[in-house]
């Protein structure tokens, strides 16, 4: 197995799930015509014959004016509302298969048992989505069911609809090839080739994305956007957009805020400026008028370099609303990122809280503020950032990173969920976690009171390797994403678990190894990391490997010291009232509870205070005893790792095997090296 398939390999079921799926795929008709219905059809088709291990030949597009020549007994019947019309009033199930109204909402409706008296179409099992998307959703999910012995019970019915309105990857893909901060290849984008050549990879692509219910997708590098929007780039993006639209996906840029001296001629980006202004609607116009579903601009503006408002002396949210403008009247979205720094806080933390938090109000409708997990830089472990309490009127997403800058890369095998979970359910009302609580991030981020546009995002981990990601096991992280971008309430067990099967099939030692591996993955690579809320004390700009002693470079708030502070007395960043008190930035109690040393989770302990060398954890070690001893944990959880790996390895095909195998020898290494070299370094100030 190349892992090319990822989580949608289709093995061959056996026993009760073969039956079952046999059974289902007897006559599929799929009501409706165009693209969308077209790639649904073929998805069955392809579902169902490697499910059962036999061509299914039985799948039939039908054209919405249905024709009762064609009348049979399917077992599967799947529509939308629309193309199904009034088959789901009265002549179909008992149902009116209603979807709730929603957009991007499915049912599946199980057929009942052979006692029920229903006869023809009763029979079948029926996927109605509210609209084409939803469909999609609902195609995915009927054979994800089947595949993972999921299926709802005979007779009932199943609803799914998304938790948030926008579920995004945002690529860092840039026009050369190459991926910032991409670990698995080159970029999927052929740019060269386009618009001439589509690759079928872009297919595959989308399935894997609409198959987990992700429906937006930023293609460029937010710092490589200064030429998309040339008029021969925006053709290429146009065949990209076509491929993308067939699987309920919409197409983004990534755009830079000085187009319009870049690309368009004038002498200034200002957003206050009529020529500027008609500039980008302009360039709006012509995107619409090739591209009419196209979603929007993401922007980093005035961050690490990046152009922005400032140079004019405007603010965020003059130049947001500029942009966002020239996008509504086509219905788009302008997404600006609060990923800023550096001008002029003490503490790097700070910045996009104070910055933000002051134009609350301040940005127009169709704009949000995309704002990364934590307040420093997709770190190991971060606690929440502050700013999600504070934006009540402000649109905002939240941005996750995929991709393992900070945490091995390529190379670990580190599962994401669980630190997702983690951010996603934090309750500012209480410190702890809480996803029910309307104060939680969930709840917050997904309220859709006035209208709200919501959304999630993530920054990819995908390249042109045959695995996609980096190893058999990264694509899971993509994979689980997607899964709690459509549903924040799922279990990280349950997905992993989904995730496996789906991938290696259902023998349960190989699925029960999996677990013991991944679920504890991300507290492992913290332990052998950063634990105790230490950060950023990779090396220099590539983020790999150990280098808490770094302390030269260009920037200050770049260097491990600048992070860790450690010198005679301890160890740790004082955020807290006595220092930079950033945690004022979190509303009560959470800034109270964060603020004192005695209160605060020892998980941020290092995060928000400057603790002595001696003072004794909960454990009863010191600081310095209690770090030398999760170093040496994380080390044994990547030993244990590979111990359970070799428990199955021989039930997994030898290439998968042995991938995986030499990706956690890197592993054990790279743990042991962050071990080697950060206990004797802080030991060093002692
Ligand atoms: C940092 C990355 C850098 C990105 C930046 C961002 O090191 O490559 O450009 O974030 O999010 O994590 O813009």
């Not at 165009?34 to 799948?59: D, H, I, W, Y």
């Not at 197409?251 to 805020?257: A, G, H, R």
Request: glycine residues 10%.
């Amino acid at each position: 197995c190349s892992g090319y398939d990822l989580w949608m390999a289709y093995n061959r079921l056996s026993g009760e799930r073969l039956a079952m799926a046999e059974d289902l795929c007897r006559e599929i008709h799929v009501y409706g015509e165009g693209p969308v219905m077209a790639n649904v059809a073929a998805e069955l088709e392809r579902g169902f014959s490697g499910l059962t291990g036999e061509k299914v030949k039985t799948v039939r597009l039908i054209n919405s004016q249905r024709n009762d020549s064609t009348r049979s007994r399917p077992s599967i019947i799947a529509g939308t509302k629309h193309s199904l019309g009034e088959m789901i009033q009265g002549t179909g199930p008992e149902s009116d298969g209603s979807v709730n109204g929603k957009p991007e909402a499915f049912t599946l409706i199980m057929p009942g048992n052979s006692e029920s008296g229903h006869g023809g179409e009763s029979d079948a099992l029926w996927v109605i989505g509210e609209d084409e998307p939803a469909l999609i959703y609902g195609v995915f999910e009927l054979l994800r069911r089947i595949t993972t012995g999921h299926l709802p019970e005979p007779g009932s019915t199943y609803s799914g609809s998304p938790a948030f309105n926008w579920r995004m990857l945002n690529h860092w893909d840039n026009f050369d090839g190459t991926i910032e901060r991409g670990y698995a290849g080159k970029s999927l984008w052929k740019w060269h080739e386009l618009p001439d050549r589509v690759d079928n990879r872009y297919t595959d692509y989308a399935r894997a994305c609409a198959s987990v219910g992700l429906n937006g997708s930023v293609l460029n590098n937010v710092n490589d956007a200064q030429t998309v929007l040339q008029s021969g780039n925006l053709r290429k993006v146009k065949a990209i957009a076509q491929v993308l639209a067939g699987w309920g996906i919409r197409t983004f840029l990534s755009v830079n805020f000085a187009s319009p001296m870049i690309i368009g001629g004038l002498d200034t980006a200002d957003p206050l400026d009529p020529e500027v202004r008609q500039w980008w609607m302009e360039k709006c116009d012509e995107i619409y008028a090739l591209i009419p579903d196209f979603g929007g601009f993401l922007v980093k503006a005035d961050s690490e370099g990046q152009p922005g408002p400032f140079s004019y002396n405007r603010n965020h949210a003059q130049g947001a609303n500029m942009l966002a403008r020239a996008l509504a009247p086509h219905g788009g979205v302008l997404i600006w990122r609060a990923f800023v720094y550096g001008h002029g806080e003490a503490d790097r933390a700070k910045t996009a809280y104070s910055t933000f938090s002051a134009l609350d109000g301040e940005f127009d409708d169709n704009c949000v503020i995309q704002i990364k997990n934590g307040a420093i830089d997709f770190q190991p472990r971060e606690p929440v950032h502050p700013l999600f309490s504070h934006l009540h009127s402000t649109n905002s997403f939240m941005e996750f990173q995929i991709t393992q800058e900070y945490l091995g890369q390529g190379n670990h095998i580190v599962y994401l969920a669980p630190m997702w979970k983690e951010i996603l359910d934090f309750d500012f009302a209480s410190g702890l976690s809480n996803p029910e609580s309307p104060s939680s991030v969930v709840s917050r981020l997904t309220n859709e009171r006035n209208g709200r546009i919501t959304g999630i995002a993530a920054v990819s981990n995908i390249g042109d390797e045959e695995t996609w990601c980096g190893s058999h096991f990264h694509p899971l992280n993509w994979y689980a994403y997607g899964r709690l971008a459509w549903n924040p309430g799922l279990s990280s067990e349950a997905i992993a678990e989904e995730w496996a099967v789906q991938t290696f099939g259902s023998d349960e030692k190989v699925i029960d190894v999996c677990m013991r591996m991944l679920l504890p993955s991300w507290e492992t690579c913290i332990n052998y990391m950063t634990p105790l809320g230490l950060h950023h004390i990779m090396k220099e700009g590539h983020h790999y490997g150990p280098d808490p002693g770094f302390d030269g470079g260009e920037r200050e708030d770049w260097r491990s010291t600048y992070y860790h502070r450690a010198d005679r007395k301890g160890l740790g960043f004082d955020r807290s009232p006595t220092g930079t008190k950033a945690t004022e930035q979190y509303p009560e109690p959470c800034s109270s509870l964060f603020g004192s040393m005695d209160t605060c989770p020892e998980k941020y302990l290092l995060w928000f205070h400057h603790v002595p060398w001696d003072r004794k954890l909960s454990s009863g070690r010191t600081l310095m005893d209690e770090i030398e001893e999760r170093y040496k944990t994380g080390v044994s959880g990547v030993e244990g790792m590979i111990s359970h790996w070799d428990e199955v390895s021989e039930r997994i095909d030898p290439q998968r095997a042995r991938a995986v195998r030499e990706k956690l020898e890197i592993q054990l290494a790279d743990a042991r090296e962050w071990m080697e070299v950060c206990v004797p370094y802080f030991r060093s100030f002692k």
